[in-house]
Each structure stands twice: as structure tokens, then as C-alpha cells.
């Protein structure tokens, strides 16, 4: 027994993920249920942290930089270790230094971190400061360019405790990751598929918090 349960879900088409925007942006988030069906995507899951004051936050504001079919939002944390992942035309995942310039032909990016996995290798630093056992979400590729969404319930005693980012890092490696970063984890990470829920919220009263974007896979914004 693990402790923890999650979903790992695998695109096989890379040219079918997106960062889509909630449309409520500014003044408050929207369930990435709800950003999934405006824009037609078959799989969702959370992107970009949010400004969340006491833990009251209503994911309208932005915390960090995103970018969702080649229009910038919010502002770059410089933060040591904080990280981008871009999506390129290419239809290729990078991880970089949130500090460095965002690639030309960057179509979709969120930035959080810390990186799990880049150009193959783990990448072990700043494990130490989130190495608690939570709930998590990371995005990843792997070596066939599949992307890895990664979620995991906790915060459930009966249910699920959470891991760590160790272990995420081991899951998505198993999966051949070439590139993966962690993202905001909590109560925020949920995946959605097909019009449910898949996970569950680790505030088991909710479905899922108020979120500003989320990574689609499937929707009318993928390849453009």
C-alpha cells in the first residue's frame, strides 16, 4: 500500500494541449470543468497558482506569468528556482529558469516549480522544501512526445495521503518523461475528464477550487 492514489492521464497527440484562460480572469477563477467545456477539451487539469491571501483567494488573480496561444498574462516571478515550462510549435514541452526570456515560438506557458524532470534526467534540486506529503499535480513529456498529466489525491486519511515530489518524479520517469514540471498542488490540483471529475479535491466539499487557466488537451485552442 502506497498511501496515495492519483491518475496519470497520456496524450499521444502533443499538438492537442493548451493553456486555456478562465473567462472570468480579473475577477475571480472558474472550476477547470467549466474552462474545459467553453473550449471543447476532453481532459483538464490545473495550471497556474493563484493569489490566495489567507487561503481565501477566488482565482481571479494570477500569480506568475502564463501564456495561452501566444498572449502573455500576468508577470514573471523571479524567485530562485522558480521554472517555466513552454510549450513550443513544435509541440514540444521545455522546462527553463522563469528569469529567462520566453522562447519565439512559445505558444502556451505556466510558470511554477520545482522542475521534476529535464531533458531526460531528474532534476533533484529544491526537493527538500517540497518533499511533504500532499497532494500534487505535474505536467510533463515523455521521450514519444506523449504528454503526462500527472494528479494526486491527498489529505484523505481513508482515501489518500498525498506523496511526495520524489515520487512524482519516479511516476513520471517510469512513464520515459523527457520534460516535467511540478505545478500547484493542494486543493487545486484536480483532473477532469469527459465531464467528470476524476479526482478528487483533497476539501472534499468542493469539486475543485476556483482556478484562473488550465492545461487542456482536446480543446479548440490546441495547435494554433
Known amino acids: 500500500d502506497t498511501g496515495y492514489r492519483g491518475v496519470l492521464a497520456v496524450g499521444k497527440d502533443p499538438a492537442a494541449l493548451s493553456i486555456e484562460m478562465c473567462s472570468t480572469l480579473g475577477s475571480c477563477g472558474q472550476l477547470i470543468g467549466t474552462t474545459a467545456e467553453e473550449h471543447d477539451g476532453v481532459l483538464a ?8 491571501p489567507g487561503g481565501n483567494g477566488n482565482g481571479g488573480q494570477l500569480a506568475g506569468y502564463a501564456m495561452s496561444q501566444g498572449e502573455s498574462y500576468g508577470e514573471h516571478y523571479v524567485v530562485t528556482g522558480y521554472k517555466r515550462v513552454e510549450l513550443r510549435e513544435s509541440n514540444l514541452l521545455y522546462v527553463t529558469d522563469a528569469s529567462a526570456p520566453v522562447a519565439a515560438d ?13 531533458d531526460g534526467e531528474p532534476a533533484v534540486e529544491n526537493y527538500e ?12 513529456q515523455s521521450e514519444k512526445k506523449e504528454i503526462l498529466m500527472l494528479v494526486i489525491e491527498g489529505r484523505m486519511p ?13 511516476i513520471l520517469m517510469r512513464h520515459k518523461a523527457y520534460q516535467a514540471l511540478n505545478l500547484d498542488g493542494g486543493t487545486s490540483a484536480v483532473l477532469w475528464y469527459d465531464g ?3 479526482t ?5 466539499s468542493i469539486t475543485s477550487r476556483m482556478l484562473p ?9 490546441a495547435g494554433q
Open 196 to 198: 467528470e471529475y476524476v
Open 158 to 170: 481513508t482515501r489518500s495521503y498525498g506523496t511526495t515530489i520524489e515520487t512524482c518524479t519516479d
Open 129 to 140: 522544501a517540497f518533499n511533504g506529503i500532499q497532494p500534487r499535480a505535474c505536467i510533463g
Open 213 to 221: 487557466n488550465a492545461w487542456l488537451y482536446g480543446g479548440d485552442g
Open 106 to 118: 512559445t505558444t502556451d506557458a505556466v510558470e511554477f516549480w520545482p522542475a521534476l524532470v529535464v
Open 45 to 52: 487539469m490545473n495550471a497556474s497558482g493563484f493569489l490566495d
Open 200 to 204: 478528487k479535491c483533497s476539501n472534499t
